[in-house]
């Protein structure tokens, strides 16, 4: 049962382009939701975070649009460059000692 | 990667042999996890430690055991390994987790194949 829900599974964008991923989740107990960045042989790193109450944050390209009635919330990459081809994973936080992942959404940025 | 190894990086080992996952970090975080990633799910967390021989389970625990006998060393033990075992398994570590200011950081991984 995968608690947070993420789609696409892949991504092919162009360079310039607007990728955009989705999450989705159903424990109303989750209060807290980064999005992390993974790149081949490396493990996952914080790229931006949001509070359930907040409905947009942004930092440089990236943008988390969160919907709390809905219980959705997504990643914008605005300008997508090759150097943003990842996979990227979303993820909750319940408490201050779990963090759920949602299955990763792997992104190519094409010429 | 914040100061966390992982050890090995690679293994190849037989079904049915035990084998001891390391992670060692020099950031003096109270919080340590283990995570498994595989294709289709995601990162699944498997145990996580909140202090010095304070571990818990995570969602995939059934066949891993863990110890913590020192702040900077997380240990992941499969008993008897199983193909189903085959992995890559992510060491992380927090100070606060949970708050925005001190987010997972994980190290580089151990990508275990269980023959």
């Known amino acids: 049962q995968q608690q947070v829900k993420q789609s696409p599974q892949s991504l092919i964008v162009q360079k310039g382009g607007i990728s955009i991923i989705n999450c989705a989740y159903e424990n109303t107990a989750f209060d807290y939701f980064p999005w992390y960045q993974q790149f081949p042989g490396k493990g996952p790193a914080l790229l931006i975070a949001i509070r359930p109450d907040v409905s947009e944050k942004k930092e440089g390209r990236f943008t988390i649009s969160f919907n709390k009635s809905a219980k959705q919330f997504s990643l914008h990459i605005m300008d997508s460059q090759p150097g943003d081809s990842a996979t990227y994973f979303c993820a909750a936080w319940e408490g201050n000692e779990k963090l759920t992942f949602g299955t990763g959404t792997r992104l190519t940025i094409i010429p | 990667d914040a100061g966390i190894t992982q050890s090995p990086r690679h293994k190849v080992t037989e079904t049915g042999t035990p084998v001891t996952l390391r992670c060692h970090q020099t950031?003096?975080?109270?919080?340590m996890y283990w995570y498994r990633q595989d294709p289709g799910h995601g990162l699944r967390l498997i145990h996580y430690?909140?202090?010095?021989?304070?571990?818990d389970k995570g969602e995939v625990s059934d066949g891993y055991s863990v110890s913590r006998s020192k702040t900077e060393d997380f240990l992941l033990t499969l008993e008897s390994a199983t193909s189903s075992q085959t992995s890559v398994y992510f060491c992380?570590?927090?100070?606060?987790?949970?708050?925005?200011?001190?987010?997972?950081?994980f190290g580089n991984g151990t990508r275990l194949t269980v023959t």
């Open positions: 430690s909140y202090g010095v021989k304070d571990t």
């Open positions: 992380a570590i927090s100070t606060s987790p949970g708050q925005s200011n001190s987010p997972l950081h």
């Open positions: 950031e003096n975080h109270r919080y």
